[in-house]
């Protein structure tokens, strides 16, 4: 390795916007046009324990029961500390290790989801609190979709459910996403229409990367990009 620090990407957006698509056309293309970047896809959930728990309570497979004997779901703002808890495990375990060797690291997911969905059960500002240490990225690209495009996506892409699939906290999450966005301003921000073709969103991505990773400031297009 070089001994030159790499970069952390971060791709964000409601259920069915795109995040996971994005993120793996962005690492193909990055490897193609310039492999002497080394490139790691990631994901939050994360791999990790706590990213593992994570998934099963979404899909509605971890149930608990009161001292009475009562079940009853996961507690709303314990999963909001796991979503932390997790999030400083895999950058401890895999982004922060990775981007000092010289990676590029891009994330599906990171601060902003815990923002967004987190904060329709407790204050954002208590979400922003526990997430404090984690260490913010060098670009964070938003994919906005009104939330009925994401859920019907959802829906037509995937059989069941997770918790957070419903219109109705969707709706809520689309708006606290606007919210979740004015946090962390020292963090460089591309807000993409997510609606449109993946090849379109996919090139935007491209530019916008560029412009961080590779320097190339001189493809800014104003139009495409809005940067805040
Ligand atoms: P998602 O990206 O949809 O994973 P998959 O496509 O594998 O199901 O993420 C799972 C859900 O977790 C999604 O509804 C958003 C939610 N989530 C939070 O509520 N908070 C967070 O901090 C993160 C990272 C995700």
């Not at 996971?20 to 990055?30: D, F, G």
């Not at 193609?32 to 080394?38: G, I, M, R, T």
């Not at 500390?81 to 599906?108: K, M, N, Y």
């Not at 938003?142 to 009925?148: D, E, G, R, S």
């Amino acid at each position: 390795m070089s001994g030159r620090r790499g970069f952390f990407v971060v791709i964000e957006g409601l259920d069915g916007s795109g995040t996971s698509t994005q993120v793996q056309l962005l690492a193909e293309r990055m490897r193609s046009e310039h492999p002497d970047l080394p490139v790691a896809v990631t994901a939050e959930p994360s791999s990790g324990p706590a990213g593992s728990l994570i998934r099963q309570i979404l899909k509605g497979r971890v149930t608990t029961v009161t001292a009475l004997g009562q079940s009853q779901p996961f507690d709303r703002k314990a999963l909001a500390l796991l979503f932390a808890a997790d999030r400083l495990d895999h950058v401890a375990c895999e982004i922060e290790p990775l981007v000092q060797a010289g990676w590029l690291v891009v994330s599906d997911r990171y601060v902003w989801s815990s923002l967004a969905y987190q904060s329709l059960d407790a204050p954002m500002e208590w979400v922003a609190q526990i997430n404090r240490f984690a260490p913010p990225p060098d670009l964070l690209i938003m994919l906005n979709i009104p939330h009925a495009v994401g859920l019907s996506r959802v829906n037509a892409t995937r059989p069941g459910r997770e918790i957070f699939e419903t219109e109705e906290f969707l709706a809520k999450a689309e708006v606290a996403y606007q919210e979740a966005m004015a946090e962390w301003r020292a963090t460089p921000v591309c807000i993409l229409d997510g609606t449109r073709s993946k090849e379109d969103v996919a090139e935007d991505v491209w530019v916008a990367v560029r412009q961080i990773v590779l320097k190339t400031s001189s493809l800014a297009d104003e139009n495409r990009l809005n940067w805040i």
